[in-house]
């Protein structure tokens, strides 16, 4: 079947057919030149950290006099306030976007996706997991805290985030924030994100082992789980706000797949090119302990030519849909460029 036809084919009404702007290659930029892609993103960068900080606010972890213990909501508050690109958020609301929804709930989703994501990192840097010491340029929680309150503000944000999704902010739809919530603990939860970190730490185990690395089939897996299922989530979830078509929602899943796979392929490039300051955590450390990465299974350059196929794969999945998915699009570009 042909892209842009049967199931990737969105609605008349709702968008018409445009062919797919093609590769990477042949130096296409990040965005379409007019800096649409990087202004959009820095404001959207910019709603959902206020959005955030009204959130821990409203729940009680804003520093003020609430049930939040004080140095609970310091340590929340510093995990998810103070930076990041906030793409998650961006795919969200940009996906309601094209089809037609513009009000505030896909920020609030979006919002909700990022409170999950950032309970993710709080965790992923504890010491008996990557022991990381700088995140977003500052010291992680547990740095910045104690192990035992950064377990603690993980666990607040991953249940807040839930309480979040299922608000009627959102959607008034009671069924589609069954979705959203159904949804998102299966991206999250052991045959998503979860599993994929324990099949990570398991890779590290194999190299300190001495044993086999993992085969390229299985690094894919991991990735797919561990970094691709929340970036899908993001996709579909803005499908879902949006009331796409079955069609629309599966060629929109397809692209976030892709798309996943692609951020998740640059980010291990990035950790052997990029330099600490600029990524504002260490570099190098994947090697180090022995992840299971592409770059390490095939080599930086076929790695990077693994990351463009990717990128150029999620474009392509959104032939069908017209100019208004372009920052979708950009987006895949980004994952080609991005420093950081």
């Given at each position: 079947?042909?892209?842009?036809?049967?199931?990737?084919?969105?609605?008349?009404?709702?968008?018409?057919?445009?062919?797919?702007?093609?590769?990477?290659?042949?130096?296409?930029?990040?965005?379409?030149?007019?800096?649409?892609?990087?202004?959009?993103?820095?404001?959207?960068?910019?709603?959902?950290?206020?959005?955030?900080?009204?959130?821990?606010?409203?729940?009680?972890?804003?520093?003020?006099?609430?049930?939040?213990?004080?140095?609970?909501?310091?340590?929340?508050?510093?995990?998810?306030?103070?930076?990041?690109?906030?793409?998650?958020?961006?795919?969200?609301?940009?996906?309601?976007?094209?089809?037609?929804?513009?009000?505030?709930?896909?920020?609030?989703?979006?919002?909700?996706?990022?409170?999950?994501?950032?309970?993710?990192?709080?965790?992923?840097?504890?010491?008996?997991?990557?022991?990381?010491?700088?995140?977003?340029?500052?010291?992680?929680?547990?740095?910045?805290?104690?192990?035992?309150?950064?377990?603690?503000?993980?666990?607040?944000?991953?249940?807040?985030?839930?309480?979040?999704?299922?608000?009627?902010?959102?959607?008034?739809?009671?069924?589609?924030?069954?979705?959203?919530?159904?949804?998102?603990?299966?991206?999250?939860?052991?045959?998503?994100?979860?599993?994929?970190?324990?099949?990570?730490?398991?890779?590290?185990?194999?190299?300190?082992?001495?044993?086999?690395?993992?085969?390229?089939?299985?690094?894919?897996?991991?990735?797919?789980?561990?970094?691709?299922?929340l970036l899908a989530f993001a996709v579909d979830a803005g499908a879902l706000l949006g009331?796409?078509?079955?069609?629309?929602?599966?060629?929109?899943?397809?692209?976030?797949?892709?798309?996943?796979?692609?951020?998740?392929?640059?980010?291990?490039?990035?950790?052997?090119?990029?330099?600490?300051?600029?990524?504002?955590?260490?570099?190098?450390?994947?090697?180090?302990?022995?992840?299971?990465?592409?770059?390490?299974?095939?080599?930086?350059?076929?790695?990077?030519?693994?990351?463009?196929?990717?990128?150029?794969?999620?474009?392509?999945?959104?032939?069908?849909?017209?100019?208004?998915?372009?920052?979708?699009?950009?987006?895949?570009?980004?994952?080609?460029?991005?420093?950081?």
């Amino acid at each position: 079947m042909a892209l842009g036809e049967g199931p990737c084919r969105p609605r008349r009404e709702r968008a018409r057919r445009r062919a797919c702007p093609g590769g990477i290659a042949g130096g296409e930029t990040v965005s379409r030149h007019d800096g649409a892609f990087e202004a959009r993103l820095g404001s959207v960068a910019l709603d959902v950290e206020k959005a955030l900080a009204a959130l821990l606010d409203a729940r009680g972890a804003g520093g003020g006099k609430h049930d939040v213990p004080e140095r609970l909501g310091a340590a929340m508050r510093h995990a998810v306030l103070g930076g990041g690109k906030r793409l998650r958020p961006f795919l969200v609301i940009e996906t309601a976007r094209v089809l037609g929804r513009n009000d505030n709930g896909p920020l609030i989703a979006g919002c909700a996706l990022e409170l999950l994501h950032c309970y993710s990192l709080v965790h992923d840097d504890l010491p008996a997991m990557d022991d990381d010491d700088l995140r977003r340029g500052r010291p992680t929680v547990h740095k910045a805290f104690d192990e035992a309150t950064a377990i603690l503000a993980g666990d607040a944000l991953l249940t807040l985030a839930f309480e979040v999704m299922a608000s009627p902010e959102i959607e008034p739809d009671p069924g589609i924030r069954m979705e959203l919530v159904m949804a998102l603990g299966r991206a999250a939860g052991a045959a998503g994100m979860v599993g994929g970190q324990m099949l990570d730490l398991a890779a590290e185990g194999r190299f300190h082992r001495g044993e086999p690395p993992l085969a390229e089939k299985d690094i894919r897996r991991l990735q797919a789980m561990k970094t691709g299922a929340l970036l899908a989530f993001a996709v579909d979830a803005g499908a879902l706000l949006g009331r796409a078509s079955a069609g629309e929602r599966a060629c929109l899943r397809e692209y976030g797949e892709a798309l996943g796979a692609a951020f998740q392929v640059a980010d291990d490039i990035l950790d052997v090119e990029a330099t600490e300051s600029a990524l504002g955590k260490a570099t190098g450390k994947d090697a180090a302990r022995g992840k299971a990465t592409l770059v390490a299974a095939l080599g930086l350059e076929r790695a990077k030519s693994e990351r463009d196929a990717l990128a150029t794969r999620a474009i392509s999945l959104l032939s069908g849909f017209d100019a208004r998915a372009d920052l979708l699009r950009d987006a895949a570009r980004f994952t080609i460029q991005r420093r950081k």
